[in-house]
């Protein structure tokens, strides 16, 4: 739905390889995504670099919020997925949208790069510690299904222990359903690859170490949470990992795998959890969905 990024983060190439942010006109989504449920698509994902920002370069009085009411509206769209929020653009209106949406999943990929206000700020992130988690608190007052996922940035320049005890600490009251965790790597072209302080590799692989440990915990016990529930599962064909079975994702997008036939591709069916592991979940086909 657009293209580049205005935001300048310190450690990021993207702006200056892809240029400023560039929205598509919004008709033309609507009228690509009705030809692609005509089609027999179910399920979209609108792709952005910051899709919180999408309107704010065009003529018409449209954001991003509103472009999801568009497409709300396409008879035959039964699922609409978007990434990536950044946390410093997403307003009370995007929330307020998302909980009385019927077609938008509840998952929500929420970038926070780190829980340390003072790395933050040298990554030019737009925000700090407590602004995100007033952030995490009012998402999930307002969508309690919701499915948080992240991405974080370890051993930034000048992170110090204190800063990566932040960044646990963080992790540790949101319990994010799941998480990307990166190492700091230098960028040539950004700030962030002239900073002075660069933290050395093996306090890096530590922390990422500890990091990783405590995430898959959470993660984990997400996934338990889920064993007796019936989920509505859209079937992506045969697993990667287990040609004997099929997989598809729920709607807070949990990868399940279980037991039926192939032609249930592109299918919406009702799948019990019955066990689970750090990557999936297992389960049973209750029954088929109104489409098959």
Known sequence: IMYGCNNFCTYCIVPYVRGRERSRNQHDIVNEINNMVGQGVKEVTLLGQNVNSYGKDLDSDIDFSDLLVMLENIEGLER?????????????????????????????????????????????????????????????????AVSLTTDIIIGFPGENEKDFLD?????????????FVFVYNKRSGTPAAKMSQQVPDEIKSKRI??????????????????????????????????????????RSNKLVMFDGDEDLTGKLVAVKITDFGLTHLGGELVFLSKDH
């Not at 206000?117 to 988690?133: A, F, P």
């Not at 960044?167 to 359903?177: I, S």
């Open 209 to 250: 170490q500890e990091l990783i440990a405590m995430q898959n915990e959470f993660t984990l016990e997400s996934n338990e949470r889920e064993v007796g529930k019936v989920h509505e599962v859209l079937v992506e064909g045969k697993s990667k990992s287990r040609d004997d079975r099929l997989s598809g994702r729920t």
């Open 80 to 144: 609409i997925r978007f990434m990536t929020s950044h946390p410093r653009d997403f307003s009370d209106k995007l929330i307020s949208t998302l909980s009385g949406s019927k077609k938008v999943c509840e998952h929500i990929h929420l970038p926070v790069q780190s829980g340390s206000s003072t790395i933050l700020k040298h990554m030019n992130r737009g925000y700090d510690r407590e602004d995100y988690l007033r952030l995490v608190h009012k998402i999930k007052g307002s969508i309690p």
């Open 167 to 179: 960044t646990m600490d963080l992790v540790r009251q949101v319990k994010f359903d799941g998480g």
